[in-house]
């Protein structure tokens, strides 16, 4: 079992900054391949972005790229994402997901809340 709990979210004025976490806890981080999807309201869940289990490959929506960066620190079980240049279509609730060998998430977060106001 691997325990995800997100950290970060909250309230930003469109053009600003959030740092979102994501701490693991159970089975060895630094084996999964981590990443963030989001939730907006009415909407399904999407992908946001993904990080190698060694750190060194990511992969970006197009929605984000250039705006938001994925990174981990396997020493401490985390996994972060950072968002500049916010936007009020980024509100949603984001999620931090673990996957084993990429082809299926086997875990997920319980979400933490990003609103952008215009």
């Known amino acids: 079992q691997v325990q995800l709990e997100e950290s970060g979210g909250g309230l930003v004025q469109a053009g600003g900054a959030l740092r979102l976490s994501c701490a693991a806890s159970?089975?060895?981080?630094?084996?999964?391949?981590m990443g963030w999807f989001r939730q907006a309201p009415a909407k399904e869940r999407e992908f946001v972005a993904r990080?190698?289990?060694?750190?060194?490959?990511?992969y970006y929506a197009d929605s984000v790229k250039g705006r938001f960066t994925i990174s981990r620190d396997n020493a401490k079980n985390t996994v972060y994402l950072q968002m500049n240049s916010l936007k009020p279509e980024d509100t949603a609730v984001y999620y931090c997901?673990?996957?084993?060998?990429?082809?299926?998430?086997?875990?997920w977060g319980q979400g933490t809340q990003v609103t952008v106001s215009s």
């Open positions: 159970g089975r060895t981080f630094s084996n999964y391949l």
């Open positions: 990080i190698s289990s060694s750190g060194l490959t990511t």
């Open positions: 997901a673990a996957s084993y060998g990429g082809s299926s998430i086997q875990y």
